[in-house]
């Protein structure tokens, strides 16, 4: 089944202690995203990268590193999360931007206490 | 730079009625444009989307959006709501001069009542 698949589904945290959520996606899409939900400002892009090795900051960048070493995978990593990253994460990758929008994942909702 | 607004963060119809989501967009060239739909505790799930052919889309579940340049709107429809229509829905967009960088609207729940 082609999917992206997200983990963990669920995380509880304290601020400081580096956290990384994984992301797979098995459709060979180039292009993959991170999200942030928050109640009130729909979905905001953290980072997205275009292909292997190829990062870009997107709107809500700071205190997220990502990492994109091989094409199926892009994970997010929080070095010191702090209780303002408290929020509902979700991966997306896409075949190709524009016309087929996003595939997304079942998302990680974060608890930074 | 692209940006989108829904009209109404909540919807409340009745079972049986008509479901209408406004969304209006604004982007410098032509855009593609998206309706998601997120259920409780799971990912967004694509129900139609516009690029560039017909005017008149239509989705999974009954849904249907229509684009209007003139008014840089694409709303979403559904002539008769279903209890399981129940959800959060999000008007997105994406265009060429943003590197199809995919900008969401607020978001609008609907509510379906008995």
């Known amino acids: 089944e082609a999917q992206v698949t997200q983990n963990p589904r669920y995380l509880i945290t304290v601020t400081g202690k580096k956290l990384t959520v994984t992301c797979s996606q098995n459709?060979?899409?180039?292009?993959m995203s991170w999200y942030r939900q928050d109640p009130g400002l729909g979905l905001r892009q953290i980072y997205y990268?275009?292909?292997?090795?190829?990062?870009d900051k997107g709107d809500v960048p700071e205190g997220y590193k990502v990492s994109r070493k091989e094409k199926r995978n892009f994970p997010l990593i929080l070095e010191s999360p702090s209780p303002n990253q408290t929020s509902l994460y979700f991966c997306?990758?896409?075949?190709?931007?524009?016309?087929?929008?996003?595939?997304f994942g079942s998302g990680t909702r974060l608890t930074v206490v | 730079a692209q940006s989108v607004t829904q009209l109404g963060s909540h919807v409340s119809v009745s079972e049986g009625a008509l479901v209408l989501l406004r969304c209006n967009y604004s982007?410098?060239?032509?855009?593609?444009l998206f309706w998601y739909v997120q259920y409780p505790n799971q990912g967004l799930q694509l129900l139609l989307k516009y690029t560039s052919a017909a005017t008149l889309v239509k989705g999974i579940n009954g849904f249907e959006a229509e684009f209007k340049k003139s008014e840089t709107s694409f709303h979403l429809t559904k002539p008769s709501a279903h209890m399981s229509d129940a959800a959060e829905y999000f008007c997105?967009?994406?265009?060429?001069?943003?590197?199809?960088?995919?900008?969401f609207g607020a978001g609008t729940t609907v509510t379906v009542r008995a």
């Open positions: 459709m060979n899409h180039e292009y």
């Open positions: 982007s410098s060239v032509p855009p593609y």
């Open positions: 997105a967009v994406s265009d060429r001069a943003n590197d199809y960088k995919l900008s």
């Open positions: 990268s275009m292909n292997v090795e190829v990062t």
């Open positions: 997306a990758s896409s075949l190709s931007l524009g016309i087929h929008g996003y595939t």
